[in-house]
C-alpha cells in the first residue's frame, strides 16, 4: 500500500531554504519513481523533481541547481532540500509514485498521491 504524507512547508524568506519530506508507511519507496510535483493558485501543476527507482535524477528548469532530490531507504522517505526560495516558488508542493516506466514531468503518469504542503516565500 502507498500513502504518501509530505511535510516539511511553510513559510520563508526570500533567499532561504526548506527540506520537505515525503513518507511512506506501506511499500518500500524505493520500488516506485518518486516524483515533487507544486502547483501555484492559477497555473498548472509543474513538475519540480524526480528520483526513479534505479537512482537517476530529474530537475525541472525552473529549480536546477537550487533544489536536491534524496531518498532515505531506511526512513521510507524522500526529501526535497530547497535552497535559494524565490517568491516563484510559492506553491502547494506534491509528492506522487510511479510504479512503471513513465515521463518523470507527466503528472498523469503517477500513481499515488501525497495531500501536499504549502510553500509560501515572502518577506
Known amino acids: 500500500q502507498v500513502q504518501l504524507v509530505e511535510s516539511g512547508g511553510g513559510l520563508v524568506q526570500p533567499g532561504g531554504s526548506l527540506r520537505l519530506s515525503c513518507a511512506n508507511s506501506?511499500?518500500?519507496?524505493?520500488?516506485?519513481?518518486i516524483g515533487w510535483f507544486r502547483q501555484a493558485p492559477g497555473k498548472e501543476r509543474e513538475g519540480v523533481s524526480c528520483?526513479?527507482?534505479?537512482?537517476?535524477?530529474y530537475y525541472g528548469d525552473s529549480v536546477k541547481g537550487r533544489v536536491t532530490i534524496s531518498r532515505d531507504n531506511a526512513k521510507n522517505t524522500v526529501y526535497l532540500q530547497m535552497n535559494n526560495l524565490n517568491p516563484g516558488d510559492t506553491a502547494v508542493y506534491y509528492c506522487?509514485?510511479?510504479?512503471?516506466?513513465?515521463?518523470?514531468?507527466?503528472?498523469?503518469?503517477?500513481?499515488?498521491w501525497g495531500q501536499g504542503t504549502q510553500v509560501t516565500v515572502s518577506s
Open positions: 506501506g511499500y518500500p519507496l524505493r520500488r516506485y519513481a
Open positions: 528520483i526513479t527507482s534505479d537512482g537517476k535524477i
Open positions: 506522487a509514485a510511479a510504479g512503471g516506466p513513465h515521463l518523470w514531468y507527466l503528472d498523469y503518469e503517477y500513481d499515488y
